[in-house]
Structures are given as C-alpha cells and as structure tokens.
C-alpha cells in the first residue's frame, strides 16, 4: 500500500468448492514452529498433492481474482481477472517478471535506463511502465482481464 501511495490494503482468499475454505482456515491453528518446519510442511504437501490434483479433475483449478486500490486522493482501480488454470496463471505471472528483466527495456524517454534496476522489488516498487509490460504479459491465456477506474 505504502509504494503505491494507497491508504490501506487488505486481502481475501476464497476458494470452491467450499470445505477448501475451512481447511485453509484450519491451517491458522496449528503451531507457528510447526508452520516453519520445512520437512513437516514438504510431508503435508507430498500427501496432499494427490487430492488436490483428483479435486482438481473433477471441478477445475480456474484462479480468478479481483483488486481494488485507492489512492490517498481517492482515485480507484480495479483489476478483474480469471485464468482456466492456477498453475499456468503463476508460471505467466513470474515469467513475465523475468521476461521484463531479461529483454532490458528502457524507461520511458528514451533515458537508456532499464524498466527493471537491479536488486529484489515488491511489484508495486516498479516504475509504472515495468508493471504494465509485465500485465500485458501476465494477461495471456486470461479469459477474463477487466482494469479501469
């Protein structure tokens, strides 16, 4: 919220079918130390690939999502988007962050300097032209892409 000058920020998370919810709502009451354990954490993953990928068949992995923001002077945006596939959404999203790095765009301007500097960012820490060519890269395969005022 703070890189993009926006009062506050919040998030949910939802998921069908339904009892998918209260398994992830169940996951805030075991330990944090138990959390951490990376081995105990890979166990539960191993174990739980095989359902996930059988519920996965039988209704779908369509990730849909949808962010509104507004600026501390109260402008809005939202984005509205839906891809038939969680996995190939995540792929698209973090290979068009390497594709921005690796085609070595220049800002705006014509300053010779690349959209993305060196170092670790937040997305919302990019220049404004960055986050747009990684959009326009991330929306592929979408079948719902929706942002305006």
């Not at 075991?30 to 739980?48: E, G, K, T, V």
């Not at 501390?72 to 973090?94: I, N």
């Not at 594709?99 to 500097?117: K, N, Y």
């Amino acid at each position: 919220a703070e890189a993009l000058g926006v009062r506050h920020a919040s998030s949910r998370f939802g998921t069908a079918p339904a009892y998918w919810n209260s398994l992830f709502g169940a996951m805030k009451l075991l330990p944090a130390s138990l959390l951490a354990d990376r081995a105990a954490m890979q166990s539960l993953a191993i174990f739980s690939m095989p359902i996930i990928r059988l519920v996965d068949r039988l209704v779908g992995a369509t990730n849909a999502m949808r962010v509104d923001a507004w600026s501390a002077s109260g402008e809005q945006v939202t984005l509205r988007c839906a891809h038939p596939d969680l996995e190939q959404c995540v792929g698209l999203a973090t290979a068009a962050f390497g594709m921005e790095i690796l085609r070595g765009r220049t800002g705006e301007g014509g300053s010779g300097d690349t959209t993305v500097q060196p170092g670790v960012w937040y997305p919302a820490e990019l220049p404004a032209n960055a986050r747009s060519n990684i959009l326009a890269a991330a929306r592929e395969g979408a079948f719902i892409w929706e942002m305006g005022g």
